[in-house]
């Protein structure tokens, strides 16, 4: 059984950083592609960052380029995010997932049990 589990979520004020860690269990981590989208009340789901299995592509919504990093540590089943800069329009619930998409515009959407809980965070100006 898979399980997603993030952490790392909460309160910072503008300008400020937070990191998001993802520790996956029952699965092949070092052979999954992973990712982070984020969803607003009442929003889609967004494409937030990817990296493959391998960590040598990566892509992130044009939203967060820049500000935002996603690494991994394969020896700890683990995917980070990095949150630079943050602004109030950053302020919303971050998910983890297994094998999402690598391109930002594709519509395919990981089963649910790929999916983490979320964490929130909030961001005030």
């Known amino acids: 059984q898979v399980q997603v589990a993030e952490s790392g979520g909460g309160l910072v004020q503008a300008g400020g950083s937070l990191r998001l860690s993802c520790e996956v269990s029952?699965?092949?981590?070092?052979?999954?592609?992973m990712g982070w989208y984020r969803q607003a009340p009442g929003k889609k789901r967004e494409f937030v960052a990817a990296?493959?299995?391998?960590?040598?592509?990566?892509n992130y919504h044009g939203n967060v380029k820049g500000r935002f990093t996603i690494s991994r540590d394969n020896a700890k089943n683990t995917v980070y995010l990095q949150m630079n800069n943050l602004n109030p329009e950053d302020t919303t619930i971050y998910f983890c997932?297994?094998?999402?998409?690598?391109?930002?515009?594709?519509?395919?959407?990981?089963?649910?049990?790929?999916w983490g809980e979320g964490t929130t965070v909030t961001v005030s100006s």
């Open positions: 029952g699965r092949t981590f070092n052979r999954d592609d």
């Open positions: 990296m493959s299995w391998s960590g040598r592509i990566i």
């Open positions: 997932v297994v094998e999402p998409p690598r391109r930002p515009e594709s519509t395919y959407i990981p089963r649910d049990e790929l």
